[in-house]
């Protein structure tokens, strides 16, 4: 098996990487989510308001992007515009200076380039940046699939300032933006695609980060809401939550229903990024107890409880996720959040009830870190990149919850592995980095193309 190598190893952390809580009791009781910001003592934010404003006036911005022209092509040799995009101020952004929409996002960014992996590769293709950047191509990616639609939202470094897009299908732009960070341009690595919206991260130099809920038929705005929030990194969202962290890291979910904002506050343990489920959340708690260092596994529902599911004993926790039908996590044999180890995968039947739960250990795993953005599931598939600390190696791999089925996927020579996108049982979406960490491609594994397994 082709090993993913790299002359850095990656440094694994969780969002909360405060200073270290104690955790006598192993954080065993149930918290309540608190509305307000943590405390102004702690590491949380200082001032963490939150403000709904609904926005129900037009501005100047056209908002029939569907029928701007799409006649863009991607170009072996590089990417040209074939016109003006006709960019627009986003008036309805406080605070937000040089942001900008495009009203044909076709001439703002490039129709993406895919190209087969080559030898060795089956199934596989493989993003080939095609517009003007430093040698760093994007941040991240985000992706909505639902039966036949497909949205694939990049966060792009072109010279001189950052850009965005939602891609369809076809790889085609639907929407485009653009920002100048070091002019008091508004940046956020939240775009994310849902059945009923288009969540957008708008944060600041004040501060105060904007969480913009658009229209799927007027993506240039001005949004059906927007909440603004003090202190907020905004993170994911889906059709009923959004879910971010202070720079402190403390966990932030918003009822995207009722519009109602929670700070996540442990008594003694520092709390990660929530993962979603529908309408619920998974996340982990990092304390500390008489042994050591503590990582659980615990859930949130409506209308704000936080309860735990997973106490791993003397191990830790090092993922928990849902796909809707199967709770799945990752209990290892570190003693510090900071160290990668071996361990196991574990699922229950989804709940976030724990007298519901029925857990089950389903396989070994290899070596792997405690990044929430080194995991994903979806559709009964649980992907998740291997680490060993200290070392260069790093290896992709994917288990069907039916029945334990596993896969280690070939890698790229002059690549390897480093963030899951997307997994369901037609494809994985993972980012994939070079010798020196940075983000550089994207590959698509089809699962069928994967061969027998183990």
């Known amino acids: 098996m082709t090993h993913c190598r790299n002359s850095l190893a990656a440094v694994a952390v969780l969002t909360a990487v405060g200073a270290t809580a104690s955790c006598a009791k192993g954080c065993t009781d149930a918290v309540e989510g608190g509305t307000a910001a943590p405390d102004a003592g702690s590491d949380g934010p200082k001032d963490a308001r939150s403000e709904v404003v609904v926005h129900d006036a037009a501005v100047d911005v056209p908002n029939d992007l569907a029928a701007v022209p799409k006649d863009q092509e991607a170009e072996a040799d590089g990417w040209v515009p074939g016109g003006d995009p006709g960019w627009n101020d986003l008036t309805w952004a406080t605070g937000c200076k040089n942001t900008q929409v495009a009203s044909y996002p076709s001439f703002a960014v490039p129709a993406l380039k895919w190209e087969d992996c080559g030898a060795g590769l089956p199934g596989c293709t493989r993003l080939v940046p095609n517009w003007p950047n430093a040698g760093i191509p994007y941040d991240r990616a985000q992706l909505f699939k639902s039966g036949s639609t497909l949205r694939f939202s990049l966060h792009m470094r072109f010279l001189g300032e950052l850009r965005k897009a939602v891609y369809d299908e076809s790889m085609i732009p639907v ?257 994939y980095t070079t010798l020196n960490d940075a983000h550089a491609s994207i590959l698509r594994h089809r699962i069928d193309a994967l061969g027998p397994g183990d």
């Not at 501060?207 to 913009?212: K, L, R």
């Not at 070939?410 to 980012?431: G, K, Q």
Request: proline share 7%; hydrophobic share 35%; aromatic share 8%.
């Open 175 to 431: 929407a485009a933006w653009r920002m100048d960070i070091t002019e008091g341009g508004c940046g956020s690595l939240l775009l994310q695609w849902t059945g009923k919206h288009l969540c957008q991260g708008l944060s600041g130099p004040t501060n105060m980060t904007h969480e913009t809920i658009l229209a799927l038929d007027s993506l240039a705005g001005p949004p059906i809401k927007m909440y603004s929030t003090q202190g907020l990194v905004a993170e994911s969202c889906n059709e009923e939550l959004l879910v971010g962290s202070s720079s402190g890291g403390y966990p932030f979910i918003r009822d995207l229903v009722s519009g109602e904002p929670f700070w996540i506050t442990f008594p003694n343990a520092m709390g990660t990024l929530p993962l979603l489920s529908g309408g619920a959340a998974f996340l982990m708690a990092w304390g500390s107890g008489p042994t050591g260092e503590t990582l659980t596994g615990w859930s949130w529902k409506r209308p704000n409880t936080v309860q735990q599911v997973v106490n791993p004993g003397s191990e830790l926790v090092f993922d928990i996720r849902s796909d809707g039908t199967t709770l799945a996590w990752l209990q290892t044999t570190s003693k510090s959040i900071y160290e990668s180890a071996a361990g196991a995968l574990w699922t229950s039947p989804h709940t976030t009830e724990p007298p519901e739960m029925k857990p089950a250990k389903r396989r070994d795993v290899p070596s792997v870190g405690a990044s929430y953005d080194s995991k994903g599931i979806g559709s009964g598939y649980y992907a998740m990149v291997d680490h060993v600390t200290g070392k260069p190696e790093r290896n992709l791999h994917l288990y069907r919850l039916s029945d334990a089925r596993h896969w280690q996927l070939p890698c790229p020579a002059d690549l390897r592995p480093a963030e899951i996108i997307h997994v369901d049982d037609e494809e994985l979406w993972a980012t």
